[in-house]
């Protein structure tokens, strides 16, 4: 029992120790990935892994949880200060529980949702007729105008005044652009609609501020905490107190049962994290750094969706360069030189999902590890001489070798025991 992990299963211990070179040597730049700190970490790993803690502090249905509700305690606390919040469940394990947990607070099977279509950028949980969203909901989509590639506000509202949704969803994985909620409560009241965002990758702009804040107008809001935030995985659920107790019995006992106590323990340390100056500074510099990196590709003859980027991440259209390279084809060669992205449809693709036309790739991952504009335009040529030359391995090894002495510059994790 007190042997370590090493003694216990080197197999393991070799299967991280790979993935830690691959991370170190590697630009890590898919979006909704991110480097949690080692004291996230630790305590993730810790002590607080053993105990089993259904129900909420004070109310526990197992003895033996009075550090479990501190833990807890800290972590709501943290959680509400930081963002400013009457309410936050931090039990859910994952952003898809979270939405689930809202839906099943708020709605009957067969109500209406409104929101974004995971074709141009919205979630699975969004409505995606693969997901139970769009099984037991009845589900309209809106979308971006295809010219601007950006949301139509007013095409928002002819779809909110045509199908009166119980409740709107605001938010996005793949979407470049800002929010505005105001504009979004003014639809949601027009019909008397909740009004949900979905936060997981711009929760760490908005703590950081530099993202417009969906506090003063959503009823409900669920983010992620890994991501911008840069927590451990997991998830969270905001709203206003009038709320609150509806949420809670949906989390507990209506889709969970034992909380992940050390996995709260490891939000509540990246709470604390996020409430101190430093990641502010961060915030901001992983917009500069995505604003650069989507100048330079701009330069370097790609075109992005919308035009650019306001937030953390973009899409870049491939048909535009490359009109016989998938998004599917690119990220692998892109890997081949050291460069980590992922496949991504873009608006009205005429690929399928598993092919699609685009990539999406953000800098959160990067700036991290202390990158800055300068940068960014070494990965924009990097990405660019890879997919020039991606029928040529000679040369994509070449640019992996740049990769790797850049990221050199760079390290993460220097000191980890395996």
Known sequence: MDKLLGEVDPQIVEIAAKDLKRQQDALMLIPSENYASRAVMEIQGSILA??????Y?????????QF????????IERAKALFGVEHVNVQPHAGSQANMAVYHA???????????????GGHLTHGDKVNFSGRYYNV?????DSETERIDMAAVSRLATEHRPKLIVVGATAYPRHFDFAAWREVADAVGAYLLADIAHIAGLIAGG???DPVPYCDVITTTTHKTLRGPRGAMIMCKSEYADQIDRAVFPGLQGGPFLHTIAARAVAFKEASQPDFKTYQAQVVKNAKALAARLIENGFRLVSGGTDNHLMLMDLTSKYEKLSGRQAADHLEDAGIIVNKNTIPFDKRKPRTTSGIRLGTPMITTRGMKEDEMVLVADFMTEALENRQKSA???????????LCSQFPIYEYLNY
């Open 140 to 144: 309209a989509a809106y979308g971006v």
């Open 50 to 55: 053993n105990k089993y803690a259904e129900g």
């Open 68 to 75: 479990m509700d501190e833990v807890e305690s800290v972590a």
């Open 395 to 405: 040369i994509k090894r070449q640019i992996r070798e740049k990769v790797k002495t």
């Open 106 to 120: 708020l709605l009957e099977p067969g109500d209406t949702i409104l929101a974004m279509s995971l074709s141009h």
């Open 210 to 212: 530099v993202h417009p």
């Open 57 to 65: 502090p004070g109310e526990r249905y197992y003895n033996g949880c």
